[in-house]
């Protein structure tokens, strides 16, 4: 295979097998909560601030303080987002998220025109520079989802009763605004260093489309999940390498893959779900 032959995909790679490990739990969680296009928003959120970031100077060359001033955006981002849950709800969150969506996006645009390389910043903002990660980043990445990753397992059985169930995880006293804040802050810290390496749409695609097509083949949380991560690593796989083949862009034949599996997830699931019917339908008339 072509990935297996040059450093920088093999690089390319390990980031791959890291988004799909955080955005597919992170993403069972966005399915679950019905908020879809949180992951969308929030991405956009730390894209605005990173061009604010190079606006003021802070490009690659200070790759620091760029992380920084992105990531305060994708905080405050979050901050809304869980004060917008605690009060009484009179429009869906979704409405709010897609107006934060819409306005980060717009004003990236506004921002990124006074840049001199706007042109480049906007494809890499959508896109991002995935095989040009270095082995720096990659460290980095690691050593953050690694941490991100305990603290939900620490916290598993009640960010997960807030997920699931939370009218009982209010009727058992648990602060749902607290665990909205440890969720979105936690998720704010991914989406910024994924934003980064990834672009905003294939940080998108790892958060919603092995969540759904696990949530269509499987039951159960743990077998949702771990399906989640066999099929975003087959599509890693498989992206990277018909990527090489055909000379494409990396993330965008990634999601493409992506789309092709839960696709063929679902038509198995339609005629397994046919066949059953038919089957239970025979039974019944042989009574």
């Known amino acids: 295979m072509m990935i297996f032959q040059y450093h920088f995909i093999i690089t390319a790679l390990l980031v791959c097998l890291m988004l799909t490990g955080i955005h597919t739990y992170f993403g069972y969680h966005v399915v679950k909560r019905g908020v879809i296009f949180v992951d969308l928003a929030l991405a956009q959120v730390a894209a605005l601030g990173a061009s604010v970031g190079v606006l003021l100077g802070w490009g690659s060359e200070f790759p620091v303080h760029n992380y920084v001033i992105s990531l305060s955006f994708t905080l405050f981002g979050a901050l809304l987002f869980v004060l917008f849950r605690s ?29 001199a390389a706007g042109t480049e910043e906007i494809k890499e903002m959508l896109s991002g520079s995935l095989l040009t990660v270095s082995p720096k980043e990659l460290a980095f990445i690691a050593i953050l989802y690694s941490i991100i990753g305990f603290i939900h397992w620490f916290a598993r059985k009640e960010l997960l009763l807030v997920t699931e169930k939370p009218e009982e995880a209010r009727e058992k006293k648990l602060k749902l605004w607290w665990w909205d804040f440890v969720f979105y802050a936690t998720f704010g810290f991914v989406v910024t260093s994924s934003v980064k390496v990834a672009g905003v749409l294939l940080v998108f695609a790892f958060l919603i489309i092995p969540a759904t097509a696990a949530i269509i083949a499987v039951e159960g949380t743990f077998k949702r999940i771990v399906f989640g991560w066999i099929f975003g690593i087959s599509g890693c796989v498989l992206g990277l390498e018909s990527s090489m083949r055909l000379d494409w862009s990396a993330g965008p034949t990634i999601v493409t893959v992506f789309l092709l599996f839960l696709i063929i997830i679902r038509i198995f699931g339609f005629f397994k779900k046919k066949r059953f019917k038919d089957h239970w339908n025979n039974q019944i008339s042989r009574r």
Not at 95 to 115: D, Q, W
């Open 87 to 115: 009060k009484k709800e009179t429009v869906p969150v979704e409405t709010l998220i897609g107006i934060t969506y819409a306005g980060a996006i717009a004003l990236s645009l506004i921002v990124l025109e006074r840049s």
